[in-house]
T-cell receptor, first 111, second 113 residues
Framework: LAKTTQPISMDSYEGQEVNITCSHNNIATNDYITWYQQFPSQGPRFIIQGYKTKVTNEVASLFIPADRKSSTLSLPRVSLSDTAVYYCLVGASSGYSTLTFGKGTMLLVSP | GAGVSQSPRYKVAKRGQDVALRCDPISGHVSLFWYQQALGQGPEFLTYFQNEAQLDKSGLPSDRFFAERPEGSVSTLKIQRTQQEDSAVYLC???????????FGPGTRLTVL
């Protein structure tokens, strides 16, 4: 399984754009990049998934360069409620696949 | 619609007691996963079911851990002779056949004294 590296923590203020970068140097050809969000006392929640270039949904954007050795989760105009741990995962796309979580990035949004 | 539910939400056990943790997946979801999350860490895989078949139990830390899903819906994770190192949040997730995502329950926080 491809190992991921992401910052342990990040700080931001309300209304700012937040970019969290994840490194995955040994990503395999058939691997997808998936991000999950976890609030305290809750299970993780799927945010976005992509394979290459750019993916956007109502919550976030995911930027993946051509070499796919890294990816950036972009959260536009964060609010206090975006304070959470964000996990970058690399692996097969299917819901059948076991998810391998790292320690994630703790994002703290302040007023 | 209803999401994944887990019960109890909190469980305190004395060392050596047996515990049973329940997971109700989203109706119709074929796949069911159990994860263990220690404080300050990401979730770690324990076991995986496809319908009633347990296809992967490689993450179960010892033979004290046992999981079942007899009718392909509700699942139970049982821990026998609990130890202090079993203290963690136990998360259940389910997914549909063609889903790209797993839907997680709120977890059961187990504290072993």
């Amino acid at each position: 399984l491809a190992k991921t590296t992401q910052p342990i923590s990040m700080d931001s203020y309300e209304g700012q754009e937040v970019n969290i970068t994840c490194s995955h140097n040994n990503i395999a050809t058939n691997d997808y990049i998936t991000w999950y969000q976890q609030f305290p006392s809750q299970g993780p929640r799927f945010i976005i998934q992509g394979y290459k270039t750019k993916v956007t949904n109502e919550v976030a954007s995911l930027f993946i360069p051509a070499d796919r050795k890294s990816s950036t989760l972009s959260l536009p105009r964060v609010s206090l409620s975006d304070t959470a741990v964000y996990y970058c995962l690399v692996g097969a796309s299917s819901g059948y696949s076991t998810l391998t979580f790292g320690k994630g990035t703790m994002l703290l949004v302040s007023p | 619609g209803a999401g994944v539910s887990q019960s109890p939400r909190y469980k305190v056990a004395k060392r050596g007691q047996d515990v049973a943790l329940r997971c109700d997946p989203i109706s119709g979801h074929v796949s069911l996963f159990w994860y263990q999350q220690a404080l300050g860490q990401g979730p770690e895989f324990l076991t995986y079911f496809q319908n009633e078949a347990q296809l992967d139990k490689s993450g179960l830390p010892s033979d004290r851990f046992f999981a079942e899903r007899p009718e392909g819906s509700v699942s139970t994770l049982k821990i026998q002779r609990t130890q202090q190192e079993d203290s963690a949040v136990y998360l259940c997730a389910s997914s549909s056949r063609r889903s790209d995502e797993q839907f997680f329950g709120p977890g059961t926080r187990l504290t072993v004294l």
